[in-house]
């Protein structure tokens, strides 16, 4: 039904239907876009708001994220923050369900030059994209980087398809661009090199059909592109106090760490998370289009879609590795799936009979399911975990040029109670690979300029600031001498340094 092109001729048809499923992308998203903001938004539009020459990475904070995700949410920051964020964010999903047809179309016209069923294809690729990035079991109301990231994914993939078009023109600037395009996406977040996989896997695949130098060539035009832009951004970056030692260690060699630290320490929570990540990607649908083009492949293989076929693998193979490779295992991971379904998408969109069929059928669920999960969303926001009691206190408590800390992640409430922190770690895991003993913050406690405000989520007062991976010791005894608890709301125990009075008495304690 929904996947099928109304009767109102073949271009016509497919603007209406296109628009129609780009209409009810953003339908879906806006009722998120005042929503309280999730960790990670709240942390990233934290750091932007401060990227200047500091003593850390970013500014005065650090997080394990390359420079264009930064400079992303500063555009969101400088438009107003919250709201421009979630805005931004559902521009992005409308444009990468519109390049998503686009990969489709030229998938398809390969075996339907005079685009007779290309049609199908485009509206199947659509589709997909438009149902995994508003379905909240790939966390998709969120803005993270893997949404940043998707739609320049899908851009490279289309001028990479366009370049190999036949006799296209200009080809060469098709390929620089495609490579700039998938640059960008890994500048947003360092893994999303999907363009740089499906341009080298292709390149090799018709390596006996086009020879060695038509091979290199193309990977040449593409690495032009990429290093081209990946230069201009490290050029901006530094120019904004990042010093491109730090960076490579925070984008490279920090999660390394990360994996380790990991691995070696991490309690139930992180297993509890992966199981959740699989089976929110069985229940969503996302397994049927990759289980179909298997089916496939044997056929494909054979025919003009080998060209697209293993590069489309590859790309997938990679982004479930990603995926499991992550290690923290947050559903956002998820939506890096996105661009391997679309061309999965593409296809199987692009032959008839039984496997389009069950392809529509597989994507027509997906689609009932992102609109069952949204709708629970809706109907029961706590679902998001939002730490708003804790926000609207500090808000009402704070004074202009108090500062805080909040052990361990949580930057979202800094962001909303508009406070800033003398600690460079935002985020948990930074905390545990780059401060395990609490060495730099026990310093910060112990120092001059020590936060005003310390919030955590240990109920043991004797070890409020323990968690797995830490050694507690030094910094507790620092918030031991210097802070004394002065309320717990919604099972965070906020301390209040010692020097400062609490100005209003007999505050109230919800969820205690």
């Given at each position: 039904?929904?996947?099928?092109?109304?009767?109102?001729?073949?271009?016509?048809g497919?603007?209406?239907?296109?628009?129609?499923v780009a209409?009810?992308?953003?339908?879906?998203?806006?009722p998120?876009?005042?929503?309280?903001?999730?960790?990670?938004?709240?942390?990233?539009?934290?750091?932007?708001?401060?990227?200047?020459?500091?003593?850390?990475?970013?500014?005065?904070?650090?997080?394990?994220?390359?420079?264009l995700?930064?400079?992303?949410f500063?555009?969101?920051?400088?438009?107003?923050?919250?709201?421009?964020?979630?805005?931004?964010?559902?521009?992005?999903?409308?444009?990468?369900?519109?390049?998503?047809?686009?990969?489709?179309?030229?998938?398809?016209?390969?075996?339907?030059?005079d685009?007779?069923?290309s049609?199908?294809?485009?509206?199947?690729?659509a589709?997909?994209?438009?149902?995994f990035?508003?379905?909240?079991?790939?966390?998709?109301?969120?803005?993270?980087?893997?949404?940043?990231?998707?739609?320049?994914?899908l851009?490279?993939?289309?001028?990479?398809?366009?370049?190999?078009?036949?006799?296209?023109?200009?080809r060469?600037?098709w390929?620089?661009?495609?490579?700039?395009a998938g640059?960008?996406?890994?500048?947003?977040?360092?893994?999303?090199?999907?363009?740089?996989?499906?341009?080298?896997?292709?390149?090799?695949t018709?390596?006996r059909?086009?020879?060695?130098?038509?091979?290199?060539?193309?990977?040449?035009?593409?690495?032009?592109?990429?290093?081209?832009?990946?230069g201009?951004v490290?050029?901006?970056?530094?120019?904004?106090?990042?010093?491109?030692?730090?960076?490579w260690?925070?984008?490279?060699?920090?999660?390394?760490?990360?994996?380790?630290?990991?691995?070696a320490?991490?309690?139930?929570a992180?297993?509890?998370?992966?199981?959740?990540?699989?089976?929110?990607?069985?229940?969503?649908?996302?397994?049927?289009?990759?289980?179909?083009?298997?089916?496939?492949?044997?056929r494909?293989r054979?025919?003009?879609?080998?060209?697209?076929?293993?590069?489309?693998?590859?790309?997938?193979?990679?982004?479930?590795f990603?995926?499991?490779?992550?290690?923290?295992?947050?559903?956002?991971?998820?939506?890096?799936?996105?661009?391997?379904?679309?061309l999965c998408?593409?296809?199987?969109?692009?032959?008839?009979?039984?496997?389009?069929a069950?392809a529509?059928?597989?994507?027509?669920?997906?689609?009932?399911?992102?609109?069952v999960?949204?709708?629970?969303?809706?109907?029961?926001p706590?679902?998001t975990?939002?730490?708003?009691?804790?926000?609207?206190w500090?808000?009402?408590h704070?004074?202009?040029?108090?500062?805080?800390?909040?052990?361990?992640?949580?930057?979202?409430?800094?962001?909303?109670?508009?406070?800033?922190?003398?600690?460079s770690?935002?985020w948990?895991?930074?905390?545990?690979?780059?401060?395990?003993?609490?060495?730099?913050?026990a310093?910060?406690?112990a120092?001059?300029?020590?936060p005003?405000?310390?919030?955590?989520?240990?109920d043991?007062r004797?070890?409020?600031l323990?968690?797995?991976g830490?050694d507690?010791?030094?910094?507790?005894?620092?918030?031991d001498?210097?802070?004394?608890?002065?309320?717990?709301?919604?099972?965070?125990?906020?301390y209040?340094?010692?020097?400062?009075?609490?100005?209003?008495?007999?505050?109230?304690?919800?969820?205690?």
């Amino acid at each position: 039904m929904i996947l099928d092109l109304p009767r109102l001729g073949p271009t016509r048809g497919r603007v209406v239907a296109l628009g129609l499923v780009a209409v009810l992308t953003a339908a879906a998203r806006l009722p998120f876009t005042a929503r309280p903001l999730s960790s990670d938004e709240g942390g990233f539009l934290l750091v932007a708001s401060q990227w200047s020459p500091g003593r850390s990475l970013y500014g005065n904070y650090w997080v394990d994220r390359p420079p264009l995700l930064i400079a992303f949410f500063g555009l969101a920051d400088r438009l107003g923050g919250t709201v421009p964020l979630r805005l931004l964010g559902t521009a992005l999903a409308v444009a990468s369900v519109l390049l998503a047809a686009r990969i489709g179309r030229q998938v398809a016209r390969r075996v339907d030059p005079d685009g007779s069923v290309s049609g199908r294809a485009e509206l199947l690729a659509a589709v997909t994209a438009g149902a995994f990035l508003v379905t909240p079991l790939f966390g998709s109301y969120e803005v993270d980087g893997e949404l940043v990231a998707v739609p320049l994914v899908l851009a490279g993939l289309v001028l990479l398809l366009r370049a190999d078009a036949p006799a296209p023109a200009h080809r060469v600037a098709w390929l620089a661009a495609a490579g700039a395009a998938g640059a960008a996406a890994a500048l947003v977040k360092q893994n999303e090199i999907d363009v740089l996989v499906f341009a080298t896997v292709a390149a090799l695949t018709l390596l006996r059909a086009r020879g060695v130098r038509r091979a290199c060539a193309d990977l040449a035009a593409v690495a032009t592109g990429s290093v081209a832009l990946t230069g201009l951004v490290l050029v901006v970056a530094v120019w904004r106090g990042t010093d491109l030692g730090a960076l490579w260690d925070a984008a490279v060699s920090f999660r390394l760490h990360a994996s380790a630290v990991i691995q070696a320490s991490s309690g139930t929570a992180t297993t509890d998370r992966f199981r959740r990540v699989l089976l929110a990607a069985a229940v969503s649908g996302a397994v049927a289009l990759p289980v179909l083009v298997a089916v496939r492949a044997g056929r494909l293989r054979r025919g003009p879609l080998r060209p697209v076929l293993w590069p489309a693998l590859a790309v997938l193979g990679w982004e479930l590795f990603s995926v499991l490779a992550g290690g923290s295992y947050w559903l956002h991971y998820l939506i890096a799936l996105v661009p391997g379904l679309v061309l999965c998408a593409a296809l199987v969109g692009s032959g008839r009979g039984v496997v389009l069929a069950l392809a529509r059928t597989g994507v027509a669920y997906a689609v009932v399911v992102a609109t069952v999960a949204t709708t629970y969303l809706l109907v029961h926001p706590e679902a998001t975990g939002s730490e708003e009691p804790v926000d609207a206190w500090l808000s009402a408590h704070a004074r202009p040029g108090d500062t805080a800390f909040v052990a361990y992640g949580h930057p979202d409430i800094l962001q909303s109670a508009g406070l800033s922190s003398p600690y460079s770690g935002l985020w948990s895991l930074p905390v545990r690979v780059n401060d395990p003993r609490l060495t730099q913050l026990a310093r910060v406690l112990a120092g001059p300029h020590r936060p005003t405000w310390v919030i955590t989520t240990s109920d043991q007062r004797t070890e409020a600031l323990a968690g797995w991976g830490i050694d507690p010791a030094l910094a507790q005894r620092q918030l031991d001498a210097h802070y004394r608890p002065v309320s717990d709301v919604d099972g965070h125990v906020i301390y209040l340094v010692r020097s400062r009075p609490l100005v209003v008495a007999g505050v109230s304690r919800p969820g205690r």
